[in-house]
């Protein structure tokens, strides 16, 4: 311990970290063990060069210059755009039956906000009966591998923090109905965070304030881990890629996995039309190169979609996207940067193999956080306001490597009801009326007559189990004719 004691303090201290070993002293074997080991994973000059990028301004500054909105597929209005949509979905789903798709979950994060110490996943969630996210989702699985006559792997990736208690509560629970071998977990890299002063933060004396690197790591997470090894191994060519808090998430959606197979995609996504220019969602987006043919303009005016000798797709995140764009309107009144990302992509798998094989880092981004750590005196501080950084890297980021990248617009309504916050927007309360919402629309659809307030929402609480049924056509073949809605209505398999 004592050699490697002297070699980390002193690439600590040629990096200007040499107090991350303030306490060394009074720390006992196993604790100096366990710092050892966190230090010998941080990669000091990365860490140094964002400090000067993100805290210090050394780093150039980024010009967005002229962007111009992408042009996503739209929803269907015409019979050709429906007649797309129905070749796709065959497409889509050769695929899944071929064995071609397997599902991959972002489940690095606690519930705290919700107030809820435990991994978010696991959170109580559905209308009637309470189960978790993770358990809607490995019914949405487990349907949709019945359905097709497949096995679907699903691929989870935790973080150092809740991976010990995301597996246990898999195994605890027999995995949720699936087959065993057909859930894999695999954990994310980490960071430091960092305080204002550029000082990496302890959490406790002798251990190191860290964070998940972001879902940009999932990439990186997939190859190092052996997960993208196995997909090969098992013939996958396409990973349904969502993050775990999604309520509303269509993990199998054959419509969107065919349009990305027949366009030969490396990453596709799913966008949705934007409440307002306030809502935190990334704008799909694309960057005009200079025009290489004289008299011809580079981008139209912003207010029309029409663009010529566009650059790459990239989403702009919403805070980094410039006013005059969050807020330019169309001559109809809706937003020109309207298509809104919500982390629902497809990847190819060779697209995250040749990321790796080519070297391509994604840029790590920075939060102010409040970040619990110990002071010069040694005492736990639990800040009120945010006291330092953390570096995370966004998964979209790839985009711009991606050939062919396919954005299809979607119903908010049908796909994305996520769980951010303890209340208001965006909450366990909108998550679980968005699926009661959604059951209602089903039901109607079938002939049953729901109730309804004066909004527009669904009164009593309806829940209809992903076994029982996936969609709305699986729900009126299966329906009892002369079915009636009481006020609590809960159709499990």
């Not at 040499?18 to 941080?42: K, M, P, S, Y």
């Not at 019979?79 to 789903?93: I, S």
């Not at 004289?294 to 912003?302: E, K, R």
């Not at 005059?324 to 982390?343: E, K, W």
Request: with cysteine; aromatic share 8%; proline share 6%.
């Amino acid at each position: 311990m004592a050699q490697e004691y002297a070699t980390l303090r002193e690439a600590a201290e040629r990096h200007g970290q040499g107090r991350i070993f303030r306490w060394w002293g009074e720390l006992n074997d196993a604790e100096r063990a366990n710092l050892l080991a966190q230090v010998a994973e941080i990669d000091f000059p990365l860490v140094e060069r964002l400090i000067a990028e993100h805290l210090r301004g050394e780093a150039p500054k980024t010009d967005l210059g002229e962007l111009v909105p992408a042009e996503p597929i739209p929803l269907p209005t015409t019979e050709a755009e429906r007649e797309a949509r129905r070749h796709a979905a065959a497409t889509g789903e050769a695929a899944v039956r071929a064995g071609q798709v397997a599902a991959v979950a972002v489940a690095g994060g606690r519930g705290s906000r919700l107030g809820y110490d435990a991994p978010k996943g696991t959170y109580p969630v559905a209308p009637i009966t309470g189960k978790s996210l993770f358990q809607l989702h490995a019914e949405k699985i487990l349907a949709a591998s019945r359905r097709y006559g497949v096995a679907i792997p699903w691929y989870i990736m935790t973080s150092e923090a809740t991976d010990r208690a995301v597996r246990a509560y898999f195994a605890d629970r027999q995995y949720l109905g699936l087959p065993a071998q057909d859930v894999s977990f695999f954990q994310q890299a980490w960071m430091p965070a960092v305080g204002f002063d550029g000082k990496i933060l302890l959490a406790e004396k002798g251990r190191i304030a860290t964070s998940p690197n972001g879902h940009g790591g999932t990439l990186r997470a997939l190859r190092e881990s052996g997960a993208l090894g196995d997909m090969r191994r098992r013939g996958i060519r396409t990973i349904s890629y969502f993050q775990v808090d999604n309520s509303l998430i269509q993990i199998i959606d054959p419509v969107f996995l065919g349009f990305h197979v027949e366009r030969g995609a490396d990453f596709s996504s799913k966008a949705l039309q934007k409440r307002d220019a306030e809502e935190g969602l990334g704008a799909f987006c694309k960057v005009p190169r200079e025009s290489a043919t004289a008299g011809l303009p580079a981008v139209a005016t912003v207010g029309e979609p029409t663009v010529a000798l566009c650059g790459p797709l990239r989403v702009v995140e919403y805070s980094d996207l410039p006013a005059h764009y969050r807020y330019a309107m169309r001559p109809n009144g809706s937003l020109v940067f309207s298509a809104g990302s919500i982390a629902i992509h497809a990847i190819s798998v060779e697209f995250v193999e040749r990321l790796g094989a080519q070297g391509i880092a994604l840029p790590f981004h920075r939060a102010r956080k409040r970040i619990a750590h110990v002071d010069e005196q040694g005492h736990r501080v639990e800040p009120n306001h945010p006291n330092g950084i953390q570096f995370e890297s966004f998964i979209f980021d790839a985009i711009p490597h991606a050939r062919n990248p396919v954005v299809l617009m979607v119903e908010r309504c049908e796909e994305f009801a996520p769980i951010k916050q303890a209340a208001g927007e965006d909450s366990p309360a909108t998550a679980r009326q968005a699926q009661v919402n959604l059951f209602g629309r089903w039901l109607e659809e079938a002939g049953v007559a729901v109730p309804r307030d004066a909004r527009g929402n669904v009164l009593g609480a309806i829940e209809i189990s992903p076994l029982y049924a996936l969609d709305a056509e699986e729900l009126r073949r299966r329906l009892p004719r002369g079915t009636r809605l009481d006020i609590h209505l809960n159709l499990q398999p």
